[in-house]
Nanobody, 117 residues
Framework: QVQLVESGGGLVHPGGSLRLSCAASGSIFDPNGMAWYRQAPGKQRELVAT???????FYVDSVKGRFTIFRDNAKRTVSLQMNSLKPDDTAVYYC???????????WGQGTLVTVFS
């Protein structure tokens, strides 16, 4: 059974930093790679960053240069270091497999990030 547990969210001021962590159990950790997604209030869930099993990464333009995704295969965790946070980064953040959203049916509870002045 797949289980995803996200943690690390919180309240920060613009320019601040947070590190999110995700513990993944079951078969979801391989072979498609992992990703972080986010859903802002009133908006659809969107992709933020991906990392393959080999460590190759991808970032959407809005977070490029500010966020870093990394993984620990031995611990089956995926993390997201978020620097220079902006109010637009306010959202619930989720991790999951790197697949099209329509193919993802199991989600964790997410972790809330709030960036406020």
């Amino acid at each position: 059974q797949v289980q995803l547990v996200e943690s690390g969210g919180g309240l920060v001021h613009p320019g601040g930093s947070l590190r999110l962590s995700c513990a993944a159990s079951g078969s979801i950790f391989d072979p498609n790679g992992m990703a972080w997604y986010r859903q802002a209030p009133g908006k659809q869930r969107e992709l933020v960053a991906t990392i393959t099993s080999g460590g190759s990464t991808f970032y959407v333009d809005s977070v490029k240069g500010r966020f870093t995704i990394f993984r620990d295969n031995a611990k089956r965790t995926v993390s997201l270091q978020m620097n220079s946070l902006k109010p637009d980064d306010t959202a619930v953040y989720y991790c999951n497999a790197n697949l099209p959203l329509a193919a993802l049916h199991t989600w964790g509870q997410g972790t809330l990030v709030t960036v406020f002045s």
